[in-house]
């Protein structure tokens, strides 16, 4: 794998000039140069255009966009175009197209359709890969390359897929015995006597089956980015870096693996705009969040982060985020941002680690399923409001200069994350939602785990880093020492390696944090009949034998908080010889510790038996922050102010405040400053509704 570090920061947007239907290349660069734009992603969605019918290849297209923009000084990332396939493709091989069920083909008309482990498909996929890349490799404006696009949408139901998967799971049981063992196939008279007699994966009620289903399919994206990747770095120049563009989460992926192919990290930011960015967030927001982000608050923007940054434990980039409304069709998302929280979520994604942002796209499209998907220019073309908030962006970046660069942003948390908790909880949901009134469970509850606690942290300035289990430091004491609180939120499908690390890491002297859920399936998928906690009892102070859903919120007393609440779930935690913080305001509850803690070894560990609303959250950050850190911060009354920072390739400690309301709020420095938006000594600051600042602490 290269290392790809930019000389600046790179900006910009997702271009498609061939969408178009009046050709404006001249106008499009006179704007992005006005702009202050310095990089491009082009051509990954268009195999119909590079290759308009079997074997005949269109491949000069892109060369007047290509020098136009090595005329401007602009970077170019070239997408390949194999995650929409062609209708003649379609049409001349249906069996290549993903079965959601087998035997039922998902009809074409949409894209990201097509069964990509199939090896004739990777035939057509290569020889379309090697055309653009042969033709492009030595343009002086490419600067890297993303193979394919958001891998990971389907779960392949074809005939060869589960062929291949009956051969996975006779290679890793080897008998037929071990595997009706292992599947506790005994139950409802599921024992098998012949490898055929497996069943197709869309009748199975089996969690152990699914998860072995869940890790096959991950292993097939994987291995499908990594081929491609493969086969364009053994033509590129080596100064050109190839990635992909990851949406987090994806059913038929596990992120932290697919990111091992790459040479760096590339990923999807997109949130929740208007109020969605207040905070704290509002008790509802009417309509609900925009599809596309399944959660609202700012918290959100620093999770997906985060999230990107633990990939590989490096900087990433960000190939696509919010430049306007988002819309899928019409009614699912027409927010356009309010003036001030573009420029806000760039920054605080530079503050993450983020050495490029990338709009999508630059034009709104006036055809097509993402027709109501916003631009940096609108339907019209005509440069508006976005446009203006792109160009301040650009501003503020030229004022960051080289400081916006190779930041390690400043994490008090180490957070465990792991794709095998979130399958369990997507087959077996965790906890409940309802749809038209009726409840069931909620296939995002791995997702609201994450969510509650990273914004539990956030709520006190406390930020996180993601490690997945094979990215621990081998001592527990090294991360003692880089991060005084490990938090490890639902970790269902748990290695007992893992949990008796964590408890060695509260010996060693660290915060360990523990939630529901955590350690209660083994990496089988198949229930801990240990008394819960397991091995962790000892280190926490707490068991407990039963737990339930929550029909509505509790009060929560034992933190300064008023209105603190649980939420979702109850552990019925026994004390053994922890510490209550809080209990349940309930007549039933009530005998049963909300947050409990013990000292233990060098540190200590404590147990949250629920998601915690807000003011709970603040509650218990507060708490945890007032044991680890006495690193001075700036100071503010208003709530809606929150505060990270990051340190510079020079060992200097910058601060990003923002402003995340409508409300204008000071700000107080307990330390000498420099502001570098203005380049001038502070001591205090207003800051105006959806604004921020960036200081340099002397």
């Known amino acids: 794998m290269k290392t790809f570090t930019p000389s600046k920061f790179l900006y910009g947007a997702c271009y498609y000039h061939e969408y178009n239907q009046v050709p404006r290349l001249d106008k499009d660069f ?98 379309v890969i090697r055309k653009i890349v042969e033709r492009y490799k030595d ?100 100064k050109h870096f190839v990635t992909t563009c ?36 509002p008790e509802k927001i009417q309509g609900g969040t925009p599809w596309t982000a399944r959660h609202s608050g700012p918290g959100l923007v620093y999770l997906l982060a985060n999230m990107a940054r633990g990939l590989k434990q490096e900087n990433f980039l960000v190939t696509e985020t919010n430049a306007t409304m988002l819309g899928h069709p019409p009614n699912s998302g027409m927010f356009p941002p309010y003036p001030g929280q573009l420029e806000q979520v760039a920054v605080a994604l530079i503050s993450r680690g983020a050495e490029m942002v990338e709009y999508w796209h630059w034009h709104t499209i006036p055809f097509g399923h993402e027709s109501y998907w916003g631009g940096i220019l609108g339907h019209n073309l005509q440069p508006g409001r976005t446009y203006e908030s792109f160009k301040e962006i650009s501003a503020t970046l030229s004022k960051l200069g080289p400081r916006a660069l190779g930041l390690t942003p400043v994490s008090e948390v180490a957070m465990l994350i792991s794709a095998q908790s979130r399958w369990a909880m997507e087959f077996q949901p965790a906890l409940r939602t309802e749809a038209s009134g009726a409840p069931l469970g909620d296939k995002e509850s791995y997702r609201k785990f994450l969510n509650t606690f990273s914004d539990l942290f956030y709520t006190s300035d406390l930020h996180v880093q993601f490690f997945a289990e094979d990215q621990l430091p081998s001592d527990p004491a090294e991360l003692v020492r880089t991060h005084p609180v490990f938090c490890i939120p639902g970790y269902y499908i748990a290695n007992e390696d893992v949990l008796k690390y964590a408890v060695e890491y509260a010996r060693a002297g660290g915060h360990l ?18 008394v819960m906690p ?64 013990k000292e233990f070894g060098r540190g200590r560990a404590t147990y949250i038996g629920t998601l915690p ?30 505060t990270n920072s990051a340190i510079t390739k020079d060992g200097k400690t910058l601060h990003f405040i923002f402003n995340w309301g409508w409300d204008k709020a000071r700000v107080k420095l307990p330390f000498a400053a420099t502001s570098l938006r203005n380049d001038s000594k502070v001591k205090g600051f207003e800051l105006d509704a959806w604004s921020f600042e960036v200081i340099e602490q002397e």
Do not use: C
């Open 139 to 238: 343009h002086p404006s490419i600067i890297g390359w993303q193979v394919d696009n958001e891998p990971g949408l389907e779960l392949f139901h074809n005939p060869h897929a589960f062929a291949e998967f009956k051969e996975y799971v006779k290679a890793k049981y080897k008998t037929i015995e071990n595997l009706n063992h292992e599947w506790g196939l005994v139950y409802w008279s599921h024992q098998i006597s012949n490898w055929e007699d497996i069943w197709l994966p869309e009748g199975n009620t089996d969690p152990t089956y699914d998860l072995d289903w869940r890790t096959f399919q991950s292993q097939l994206t994987t291995k499908y980015i990594g081929w491609q990747a493969d086969i364009v770095r053994e033509i590129v120049p080596a």
């Open 30 to 127: 006179e704007l992005m140069e006005e702009g202050g734009l310095s990089v491009l992603r082009v051509g990954e969605s268009v195999w119909s255009l590079w290759e308009p019918s079997d074997g005949v290849f269109n491949l000069e297209w892109l060369q007047p966009i290509l020098d136009k923009a090595e005329k401007q000084g602009i970077s170019i990332i070239i997408g390949t175009p194999t995650y929409a396939i062609p209708p003649w493709l379609a049409s001349k091989h249906p069996e290549l197209i993903a079965q959601r069920k087998a035997g039922q083909p998902i009809a074409y008309g949409h894209r990201q359709n097509v069964d990509y482990s199939n090896p004739l498909f990777l035939t057509y996929a290569e020889r």
């Open 534 to 597: 397991g091995v962790m009892r000892e280190a926490l102070g707490v068991h407990y034998n039963e737990f339930s859903h929550l029909t509505m919120p509790l009060g929560v007393k034992g933190f300064k908080e008023n209105n603190a609440g649980a939420t979702h779930w109850v552990d019925g935690l026994i004390i053994d010889d922890a510490t209550v913080l809080a209990t349940y305001d309930h007549p039933f509850f009530k005998d049963f510790p909300a947050v409990t803690t």
């Open 613 to 642: 609303n807000y003011e709970l959250s603040k509650g218990i950050s507060h708490w945890v922050r007032s044991l680890i850190t006495k690193r001075e911060l700036p100071q503010s009354d208003s709530q809606s102010v929150r």
């Open 513 to 530: 944090i523990v939630t529901p859920r955590t350690g209660y399936a083994n990496p089988k998928g198949t229930i801990n009949t240990d």
């Open 246 to 281: 990851i949406d987090l989460g994806r059913v038929g992926s596990d992120d932290n693996e697919i990111s091992k192919k790459l040479d760096l990290t590339s990923v999807n930011v997109y949130y929740s705009p208007q109020d969605g960015l207040m905070h704290p967030q």
